[in-house]
């Protein structure tokens, strides 16, 4: 008995010391990858399972360190480019806050891509631009790339217009002195379903767009349910559905009336295409006509799903999302609001003058709504990894060191990080919109820089400038403190969000 206990102990204690040697040879290799960037050093690394799924705290970094710990994790460290390393479970990664680096990391020549590891919440879909390389990154944007041109925002200027007014009377406030809305975002996001439906995919949407078929869920809560269990779809294996869980069952009714919802709009299109409708300029039109095709640039039904839906989540959840905190601002700082209205009442004194034509000189609005995007930004993870060793430019604390970074180690741009550097935004933690009065486009780096930039920018401001025009000329947006909150609390909440 004694012996077996013994033997027992002996093989634990063996198996703790080649785990902790291990352990220990991958850290050193790890800080050997990262160039010995000083940085964060946790239990588990945020690119883990372990990391996405538990909340941040000091052991584990979590999906939220780069908006928690924005304020002094590149100071504390004294250098805008910092290592992860794990001491138990992930691997390693570089993050940085420095506009110098972030721009060789998304110059996408080829050292630089994304893995199907990083994409795969996407690719659920089928393949798409997103999370696409190379060549079959390319053919996609010479796809879709005609669909985001002028015309277009002029009609995403237009639907923005017929939505908001279908908002307000599909809400029954036509004609109301006051609305207290206690929680915008469902609105926001139906609005911008309808948006991207209409705009986007030449397929208008009612205010109410219940999906045929679902009885249980509309489309909008849908959509939400999918954008908020991204993760757990991962990683929650497919038997698991059959169990009676509300959770699981209610993502598994979502993703099938998103499907139905995809493949109905690509079959309607379809139908009238070969019906001789005559060709149209929105992306899924060109999508569509583009698998007609023979030639090289055709894209396979599955493609054509994945691009779809991609165009749905990357541009419905970051619009909603940058509308509702543009207004949380708005609610705060009346003084901006103020000068908003009257530039609105200036440059668009009349119904004749209120057209997409007029809005580029709403310089005002749209430096509130860009200054919204920089503080609370939607896409805050730019994920690469190095497909060949590589030389890392302008790191180090006076940003004049190069380091060599071996193939297949993830580089990060922590856009959060970048948007909030003090060097880049003074004062990063005051709401400034006049950062933003006559910016160049390329200085609106929330939407990505280099060649992947673009194609959702035009259309995001066009629609988030029009929304807030279409608000100011009438409404007047006051905070409502429903716990008895004072402005201070109201704000530090809203700050925290
Ligand atoms: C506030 C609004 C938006 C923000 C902040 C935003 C931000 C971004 C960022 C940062 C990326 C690059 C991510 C990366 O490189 O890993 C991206 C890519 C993309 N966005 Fe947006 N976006 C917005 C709105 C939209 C809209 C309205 C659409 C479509 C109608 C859209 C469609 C896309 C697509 C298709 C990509 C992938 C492009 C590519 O890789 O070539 N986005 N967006």
Redesign the pocket.
């Known amino acids: 008995m004694f012996q077996v206990s013994f033997g027992l102990a002996n093989v634990f204690f063996a198996i703790v010391v080649v785990f902790a040697g291990t352990r220990i040879l991958d850290y050193m290799q790890y800080a050997k990858q990262t160039g010995y960037l000083p940085g964060i050093r946790s239990l588990v690394t945020p690119i883990s399972l372990f990391g996405v799924l538990f909340p941040t705290s000091r052991w584990n970094p979590g999906r939220e360190w780069q908006w928690q710990w924005r304020k002094d994790v590149y100071k504390r460290h004294g250098t805008e480019t910092i290592s992860s390393l794990p001491y138990l479970f992930g691997g390693p990664a570089i993050y940085t806050s420095s506009l110098d680096v972030a721009r060789q990391i998304?110059a996408m020549k080829g050292e630089f891509y994304k893995t199907k590891e990083m994409t795969a919440i996407t690719l659920v879909w089928g393949p798409n631009?997103?999370a696409a390389n190379g060549d079959e990154?390319k053919r996609f944007?010479r796809i879709m790339n005609p669909a985001f041109a002028t015309s277009t925002f002029a009609s995403v200027w237009d639907e923005t217009c017929r939505g908001f007014r279908e908002m307000f009377v599909g809400q029954g406030w036509d004609g109301l002195e006051s609305i207290d809305i206690l929680d915008i975002s469902p609105l926001t996001n139906k609005f911008a379903l309808m948006l991207?439906s209409s705009a986007?995919f030449g397929h208008p949407l009612s205010w109410d767009p219940r999906t045929p078929g679902s009885k249980t869920m509309s489309f909008g809560e849908a959509l939400h349910i999918i954008t908020h269990n991204l993760i757990l779809r991962l990683v929650v294996p497919r038997i698991a559905y059959w169990l009676p869980i509300k959770r699981l069952q209610d993502i598994k009714e979502a993703y099938k009336i998103v499907r139905v919802f995809l493949l109905t709009l690509i079959d309607t299109r379809r139908k009238e295409f070969a019906a001789g409708a005559p060709a149209q300029n929105d992306v899924l039109s060109l999508m569509i006509l583009s698998a007609e095709n023979e030639g090289h640039l055709s894209m396979t039904d599955d493609e054509l799903i994945g691009n779809t839906s991609?165009?749905l989540f990357?541009?419905h959840d970051?619009?909603a999302m940058?509308l509702n905190a543009t207004l949380g601002f708005m609610g705060l700082y009346h003084e901006y609001q103020e000068e908003m209205y009257q530039e609105v009442l200036a440059v668009m004194p009349t119904s004749a003058e209120f057209t997409f034509g007029n809005s580029r000189k709403l310089r005002k609005v749209q430096a509130c709504f860009l200054e919204t995007?920089r503080y609370f930004l939607?896409?805050f993870m730019?994920?690469r990894d190095t497909a060949e060793d590589i030389v890392l430019e302008h790191v180090g604390p006076n940003r004049d060191q190069r380091i060599a970074v071996p193939r297949g180690t993830p580089v990060v741009v922590d856009?959060i990080g970048l948007h909030h550097n003090p060097r880049l935004f003074p004062e990063p933690d005051k709401f400034k919109p006049e950062r933003w009065y006559d910016a160049p486009e390329s200085a609106l780096t929330?939407?990505?820089l280099g060649t992947?930039v673009r194609?959702?920018r035009r259309?995001?401001i066009t629609a988030g400038v029009c929304f807030l025009a279409n608000l100011l000329r009438d409404w007047r947006v006051e905070l409502l403190a429903p716990h008895g909150e004072s402005r201070a609390e109201w704000e530090a909440r809203y700050r925290r969000a």
Do not use: K
């Open positions: 998304v631009v997103f990154w944007r991207i986007g991609i165009l990357a541009g970051t619009l940058t995007l939607a896409g730019w994920i856009a929330m939407f990505s992947r194609i959702g259309f995001a």
